[in-house]
Nanobody, 125 residues
Framework: QMQLVESGGGSVQAGGSLRLSCRASGYTLCMGWFRQDPAKEREREGVAAIGGDDSTFTIASVKDRFSVSRDNDRYTAHLDMNKLQPEDTAMYFC????????????????????WGQGTQVTVSS
């Protein structure tokens, strides 16, 4: 079973940048990035994803600041986050799906077969 380990979270001031990485135990196809802020009692929100064919999608609210990528060996995915704002504060999770090739949106949570433990991102004003 695929195992995922996120890294790169931390605390930054508004306007700062972070790079989140997700190391997989095997060759990856679709990788997604989600975030959840328990304090807001919202469901896990899809932020960005890269498909098995390397197509990418980033939600409109962060599209100008976040970007998703993957290393050529396809074992590690990244989420580059720039101009961070306090509303970006959340636990960020990466997820793996073997069932999604081309993406034009964030695939449903149910299509992801493995999840990382999460990495906390805290942005102060």
């Amino acid at each position: 079973q695929m195992q995922l380990v996120e890294s790169g979270g931390g605390s930054v001031q508004a306007g700062g940048s972070l790079r989140l990485s997700c190391r997989a135990s095997g060759y990856t196809l679709c990788m997604g990035w989600f975030r959840q802020d328990p304090a807001k009692e919202r469901e896990r929100e899809g932020v960005a994803a890269i498909g098995g064919d390397d197509s990418t999608f980033t939600i409109a609210s962060v599209k100008d600041r976040f970007s998703v990528s993957r290393d050529n060996d396809r074992y590690t995915a990244h989420l580059d986050m720039n101009k961070l704002q306090p509303e970006d504060t959340a636990m960020y999770f990466c997820a793996f799906s073997s069932r999604v090739m081309n993406i034009r949106n964030i695939p449903p949570v149910a299509l992801f077969e493995a999840w990382g433990q999460g990495t906390q991102v805290t942005v102060s004003s």
